[in-house]
């Protein structure tokens, strides 16, 4: 199994609404990773988890809070978005492998739009 | 910043030409990788070159890399319809802890 599945596929919300993304693998990868992406431009790196543990958090606006509540799963809670938020939202996976960056196996995204 | 910098920024061949798309990044790495993306959709690993090694081959791809000039090269032979895709390359840092940063992308489209 060499897949990472995220979920839903599209997500429509308004500023005020709370909702999550869900990201999930079972290739026993103990790095996991949030990436956004705008039209026409690369993923930029929001957050990433280590054996479970937050390792890197690039700045993001405190409206996004990740969860990692185990080893497959990685969720991200949106609250209060901004129009600006809308993109495409990537999760990842790899090796953990002392903190090096090796092969990253991505979902197919998530499509965010906020109203 | 490491962040590879693609060129060109958008490229148009026909079917059967070849295809060549260049990156150059800025600070140390220990690999550097090849990523596709097809509109909308999530991103495929094409191939990871580390950097003691200067060239790797996988099917109809070609990747060199060049440590002194700290860049590298995606060559995609007899391309197809097919590999019409935005093609990004990925640099991950040598020291411990630092993040795959992706570069701009190339914008790839094969023409039948």
């Known amino acids: 199994d060499t897949e990472v599945t995220q979920t839903p596929k599209h997500l429509v919300m308004g500023m005020t609404n709370k909702k999550s993304l869900k990201c999930e693998q079972h290739?026993?990868?103990?790095?996991m990773y949030w990436y956004k992406q705008k039209a026409k431009k690369p993923p930029e790196l929001m957050f990433v988890?280590?054996?479970?543990?937050?390792?890197i958090n690039e700045s993001v606006p405190s409206r996004f809070s990740p969860e990692c509540p185990n080893s497959s799963l990685l969720n991200l809670h949106l609250h209060a978005l901004q129009p600006e938020d809308s993109a495409l939202y990537l999760c990842?996976?790899?090796?953990?492998?002392?903190?090096?960056?090796?092969?990253?196996?991505f979902g197919e995204g998530s499509r965010l739009t906020v109203l | 910043s490491q962040q590879g910098e693609e060129d060109p920024q958008a490229l148009s061949i026909q079917e059967g030409e070849n295809a060549t798309m260049n990156c150059s990044y800025k600070?140390?790495?220990?690999?550097l990788q090849w990523y596709r993306q097809n509109s909308g959709r999530g991103l495929v690993h094409l191939i990871l070159?580390?950097?003691?090694?200067r060239e790797k081959h996988s099917g109809r791809l070609r990747v060199t890399l060049d440590t002194s000039k700290k860049s590298s090269s995606l060559l995609i032979t007899a391309s197809r319809a097919a590999d019409t895709a935005s093609y990004f390359c990925?640099?991950?840092?040598?020291?411990?802890?630092?993040?795959?940063?992706f570069g701009k992308g190339t914008r790839l489209s094969v023409i039948a």
């Open positions: 990925a640099t991950a840092g040598s020291s411990g802890n630092t993040p795959l940063v």
């Open positions: 990842a996976s790899s090796q953990e492998r002392r903190g090096i960056t090796g092969e990253l196996f």
């Open positions: 290739m026993g990868h103990r790095a």
């Open positions: 600070t140390s790495i220990n690999n």
């Open positions: 988890y280590s054996y479970e543990k937050l390792s």
């Open positions: 070159i580390r950097s003691n090694e």
